[in-house]
């Protein structure tokens, strides 16, 4: 169970002298397009020498209009909703050899075969991974003071006090214990932030060792003794066949009582009965910006448990900060372009355990 960052094995560069500009195409939805992409990303792209941005639309490798504008592509930017790269729309592409996704998750749009041609893969995972990271030490705060449960209090109160401090076992962030799972881009993005706090974080990822969890300020524990010891327990931990259910019945059994339970993650990583459950019992919190489904119906559990907190899946990028994920696809093809190789690429090895 990891989502953690991996280092590339190779960032050989392309320096024959006589490369002339690299042909770069948008294949990406339209809406997704004008949503993202700003005049002045389409402008970076034409002023950069080493580009030749073939069209300043989207171009579809499903669309025999395109064909022509396609064939000579050696660089692609895809983003939300971009079709997958099979070897149906690969071979309609024949040049291709560099993809840059404008997103975070790029497996929704790479191929098995994109790796079979050696076709290297850059995503945005980097620059989405902070408003994440905002938005998750945003909740561990609010959790921490009770913010939502006291608020809902206030509202029902007609005018009477709340007792905040009698309210709940833990009020406030000093010197509480928080529990990272997933040393992921996000997680390690968490531990950070929360350097500004007096907190001591704990971190459950068996991909890292000793030395990484030293250079991170924290201490490495096992799933178990991180839900035992926190206060309040965040998710940064990938979608996989491995971590469905990784927060089960076992897990939130060993949370203590006045804990909190924070998912900007995947609603899959938790079982939901079983947290809805504990929910009923009515010792535990739980901030949800993911559940699963990803709408949840009307006659949800979730929707009426106690102490829950869900917000519509906003923790990634939204508004202006899809600025961020532009400029970084921007900023890559133009790596590639001028270089031969992405500062950030995929490595395919660890493709499998990232989100």
Same mark, same amino acid.
């Given at each position: 169970?990891?989502?953690?960052?991996?280092?590339?094995?190779?960032?050989?560069?392309?320096?024959?002298?006589?490369?002339?500009?690299?042909?770069?195409?948008?294949?990406?939805?339209?809406?997704?397009?004008?949503?993202?992409?700003?005049?002045?990303?389409?402008?970076?792209?034409?002023?950069?020498?080493?580009?030749?941005?073939?069209?300043?639309?989207?171009?579809?490798?499903?669309?025999?209009?395109?064909?022509?504008?396609?064939?000579?592509?050696?660089?692609?930017?895809?983003?939300?909703?971009?079709?997958?790269?099979?070897?149906?729309?690969?071979?309609?592409?024949?040049?291709?050899?560099?993809?840059?996704?404008?997103?975070?998750?790029?497996?929704?749009?790479?191929?098995?075969?994109?790796?079979?041609?050696?076709?290297?893969?850059?995503?945005?995972?980097?620059?989405?991974?902070? %408003?994440?990271?905002?938005?998750?030490?945003?909740?561990?705060?609010?959790?921490?003071?009770?913010?939502?449960?006291?608020?809902?209090?206030?509202?029902?109160?007609?005018?009477? %006090?709340?007792?905040?401090?009698?309210?709940?076992?833990?009020?406030?962030?000093?010197?509480?214990?928080?529990?990272?799972?997933?040393?992921?881009?996000?997680?390690?993005?968490?531990?950070?932030?929360?350097?500004?706090?007096?907190?001591?974080?704990?971190?459950?990822?068996?991909?890292?060792?000793?030395?990484?969890?030293?250079?991170?300020?924290?201490?490495?524990?096992?799933?178990?003794?991180?839900?035992?010891?926190?206060?309040?327990?965040?998710?940064?931990?990938?979608?996989?066949?491995?971590?469905?259910?990784?927060?089960?019945?076992?897990?939130?059994?060993?949370?203590?009582?006045?804990?909190?339970?924070?998912?900007?993650?995947?609603?899959?990583?938790?079982?939901?009965?079983?947290?809805?459950?504990?929910?009923?019992?009515?010792?535990?919190?739980?901030?949800?910006?993911?559940?699963?489904?990803?709408?949840?119906?009307?006659?949800?559990?979730?929707?009426?448990?106690?102490?829950?907190?869900?917000?519509?899946?906003?923790?990634?990028?939204?508004?202006?900060?899809?600025?961020?994920?532009?400029?970084?696809?921007?900023?890559?093809?133009?790596?590639?372009?001028?270089?031969?190789?992405?500062?950030?690429?995929?490595?395919?090895?660890?493709?499998?355990?990232?989100?």
């Amino acid at each position: 169970m990891t989502s953690r960052p991996v280092t590339p094995r190779s960032t050989a560069t392309d320096d024959r002298p006589d490369r002339g500009p690299v042909a770069v195409a948008f294949v990406l939805p339209g809406p997704t397009f004008e949503r993202v992409f700003a005049p002045a990303d389409v402008a970076a792209l034409h002023a950069a020498p080493a580009v030749r941005l073939v069209h300043d639309r989207p171009l579809d490798p499903d669309d025999p209009r395109d064909a022509g504008l396609l064939a000579d592509v050696e660089c692609i930017i895809t983003g939300w909703g971009s079709p997958v790269l099979d070897v149906r729309r690969l071979d309609r592409m024949p040049r291709l050899r560099a993809i840059a996704h404008s997103a975070g998750s790029v497996k929704p749009v790479v191929d098995d075969d994109v790796w079979a041609r050696d076709i290297v893969v850059t995503t945005s995972a980097a620059a989405n991974a902070v %408003p994440v990271a905002e938005f998750a030490v945003a909740m561990i705060v609010l959790a921490a003071k009770r913010a939502f449960a006291t608020a809902s209090a206030l509202a029902a109160s007609d005018g009477a %006090p709340v007792d905040v401090e009698g309210s709940w076992p833990v009020i406030g962030m000093h010197g509480i214990t928080v529990g990272v799972v997933g040393a992921s881009r996000v997680g390690r993005a968490v531990v950070e932030r929360l350097r500004d706090h007096d907190v001591r974080v704990l971190v459950s990822d068996p991909y890292l060792d000793a030395a990484e969890a030293a250079a991170l300020g924290v201490t490495a524990v096992d799933l178990d003794t991180l839900a035992a010891a926190s206060d309040i327990v965040t998710l940064h931990a990938p979608l996989l066949p491995s971590t469905r259910n990784l927060v089960d019945r076992h897990v939130l059994g060993l949370m203590r009582p006045g804990a909190t339970l924070v998912n900007t993650a995947r609603g899959g990583i938790v079982d939901q009965e079983a947290l809805a459950d504990r929910l009923d019992r009515g010792d535990l919190a739980a901030v949800l910006d993911v559940t699963e489904p990803e709408v949840l119906p009307a006659g949800a559990r979730l929707r009426s448990t106690p102490n829950t907190f869900i917000t519509p899946h906003i923790a990634g990028s939204l508004g202006n900060e899809l600025r961020r994920l532009a400029g970084n696809a921007v900023r890559e093809t133009v790596a590639f372009a001028a270089t031969g190789a992405f500062t950030d690429p995929i490595v395919p090895d660890g493709f499998a355990v990232q989100a």
